[in-house]
């Protein structure tokens, strides 16, 4: 069973940067496709980007040009570089495999919050 643990989040100023990290505790983790999830606080859960096995990222609209999705096989780990953020990028950033893990697992997510 996946294990998911998130981290790097914290408090950024717009036009600031942040890298997060999710660490995967899964022997199939070179066969998972791989995302970023983020709720704000009275939104549901979206998706932000994803990323194949071989490595293929895709984009949400709002942070296309913004945030970059890398993976590290070796290290099952899953990256989400975030550039110029902005208010409404503020929220709980969560990762998960497409399709999520069985029973509803999420890891306990990392909080971004950017306000000046």
């Known amino acids: 069973q996946v294990r998911l643990v998130e981290s790097g989040g914290g408090l950024v100023q717009p036009g600031g940067s942040l890298r997060l990290s999710c660490a995967a505790s899964?022997?199939?983790?070179?066969?998972?496709?791989m995302a970023w999830y983020r709720q704000a606080p009275g939104n549901r859960r979206e998706l932000v980007a994803f990323?194949?096995?071989?490595?293929?990222?895709n984009y949400a609209d709002s942070v296309k040009g913004r945030f970059t999705i890398s993976r590290d096989n070796d290290k099952n780990t899953v990256y989400l570089e975030m550039n110029s953020l902005k208010p409404e990028d503020t929220a709980v950033y969560y990762c998960?495999?497409?399709?999520?893990?069985?029973?509803?697992?999420w890891g306990q997510g990392t909080q971004v919050t950017v306000s000046s």
């Open positions: 998960n495999s497409v399709p999520n893990v069985p029973g509803d697992y």
């Open positions: 899964t022997r199939i983790f070179s066969l998972l496709v």
């Open positions: 990323i194949a096995p071989p490595g293929t990222p």
